[in-house]
């Protein structure tokens, strides 16, 4: 490669390293992205956002610790983490799989598990802590690739 | 030189100044830092897939670029382990460390141009200082377009959530508002911060010197951003950068992004620091490597995030 293509390799790089910023702004909003990362030079310029979730059974029961092992809850949490980091990064819409597999799977009687999910963040006129998005999911033991539940079993 | 690249003689060395020394070891240096930062991250997350995989090569491919006549064949390895690296983070949905991308950019300006060629290494450092001067104008322009700083909302929340932020900044802000908005302050995983209830707010502070400070943040950055390019300002221009870089620091304590930007800062000076502080960051790294939080826990470690 000669000298003058490289350095026609290089302004290209550079132009795009310093147009890709001003993109950044506009994507991270339009795809609902975490702005801290994904190469836009926006961290420390907002809080970062949260998750927070409840989950369900299709009578209103909450998951609770004391109704299941260490071991379960342990799974549930990780598969949580999982997911809300996923949602805060990169897809906040995407739907919990992993954690309602793991919640179904420590109620075997539940068909199905409702789950609420809350992206907390401040707002910027207020300058207060509030809800910005809400998502709720229905995912059956189908959805998530279990078998039916004992208590649907030729219901 | 043509009227499409020309502009990049803005960022043209001094004459008389040791700039091929400091692109010489800050090669060296790029090894040091991925092969760190690479063995930090598989320290600390075994995740069994194939990142595990590129941490590791990234490690043996770092050694590689020690031995002598092998840097730049270990440069163009170390670009696609990188490269790697990001893009398996982004297909595995897990966050994409800004540092790591700045990383892999400058790798791959190394594996295009030699910094053993006069004319390549020229155009190296171009390409690399212009770059530091976008991070930082966009740094400081991304804060004006979000708006949190214009009232000191983002560093009124990290004083207030986070303890090593408070270090940093309670000083500057009354005690009266401290107290009102630690009072929202929930538990968080991480230690040291906190998460603050739905409805906590306002974030906002009776503190012109802390409102003030705010707003010089971005106004420096974006300044600095133009300046870095401007020959008789850079010096001077870099080596307040790095001292604000110190400063970010003390809140954030992302060790590993801090070693690396007070680095390419270094390229912006006339004399030979990169290789004079080659010492000082081997031994950095090397306590992150053996102390606490991250490390192998030999050694007892202040607080940081690590990589």
């Known amino acids: 490669m000669t000298l003058e293509t490289r350095r026609k390799v290089v302004a ?31 961290m420390y310029t907002l809080p ?30 990780i598969a949580y983490h999982r997911w809300s980091r996923r949602m805060i990064e990169v897809d906040w819409r995407g739907p919990p799989l992993e954690f309602a597999r793991e919640i179904l ?17 401040m707002d910027r006129e207020s300058a207060t802590m509030m809800i910005q998005a809400t998502e709720t999911y229905r995912l059956s033991r189908e959805d998530v690739g279990l078998e039916s539940s004992s208590s649907q079993v030729g219901s | 030189m043509d009227r499409a690249t020309g502009w990049l003689s803005l960022a043209d060395p001094t004459p008389g100044s040791q700039w091929r020394s400091n692109l010489e070891w800050f090669r060296l240096f790029l090894f040091l830092h991925m092969g760190a930062r690479s063995l930090l991250s598989w320290m600390a997350t075994v995740h069994g897939n194939a990142l595990d ?32 690296q990001l893009l398996t983070r982004v297909a595995l949905q897990l966050d994409t460390a800004n540092h790591v991308f700045l990383e892999a950019a400058f790798l791959g300006f190394f594996a295009l141009c030699s910094a053993d060629e006069e004319d390549e290494a020229r155009l190296l450092l171009q ?32 004083a207030v959530t986070s303890d090593f932020f408070a270090t940093v900044f309670q000083w500057m802000i009354p005690q009266e508002d401290l107290a009102r908005l630690q009072a929202f302050n929930g538990p968080s995983p991480s230690p040291g911060r906190y998460s603050p209830a739905i409805g906590a707010g306002p974030y906002r502070v009776d503190s012109p010197l802390f409102v003030l400070t705010a707003n010089l943040v971005y106004v420096f950055e974006m300044g600095a951003g133009l300046l870095l390019l401007h020959a008789r300002a850079r010096s001077f221009v870099a080596l307040a950068a790095i001292a604000f870089v110190f400063a970010i620091e003390a809140g954030a304590r992302e060790l590993t992004f801090g070693i690396l930007m007070v680095n390419l800062l270094l390229l912006f000076m ?19 490597l053996l102390g606490e939080n991250g490390g192998l826990g030999w050694l007892p470690m202040f607080r940081y995030a690590p990589a």
């Open chain 2, 270 to 288: 006339d004399g030979a620091w990169v290789r004079k502080l080659f010492p000082v960051c081997a031994l950095a790294y090397l306590y992150l």
């Open chain 1, 105 to 121: 799977s420590a109620y075997p009687s539940w068909p199905e598990v409702k789950i609420r999910a809350h992206r907390i963040g």
């Open chain 2, 127 to 158: 390409a690399m200082r212009f770059t530091v001067a976008i991070f930082f104008f966009y740094t400081g322009l991304q804060k004006v377009l979000y708006g949190y700083y214009f009232r000191a909302e983002f560093l009124t929340y990290m």
């Open chain 1, 12 to 42: 290209t790089v550079v132009a795009v390293l310093a147009i890709w910023p001003a993109c950044h702004f506009a994507v991270v909003r339009a795809y609902d992205l975490n702005p801290w990362n994904w190469f836009g030079w926006a």
């Open chain 1, 48 to 77: 970062a956002q949260r998750v927070e979730a409840f989950a369900y059974s299709p009578d209103g029961k909450p998951v609770s610790p004391a109704s299941m092992s260490r071991d379960a809850y342990q799974r549930i949490q």
């Open chain 2, 53 to 84: 995989a590129f941490h590791l090569v990234a490690v043996a491919v770092a050694v590689l670029g020690f031995v002598p006549g092998f840097a730049q064949r270990a440069v163009r390895a170390a670009f696609v382990i990188v490269a790697g």
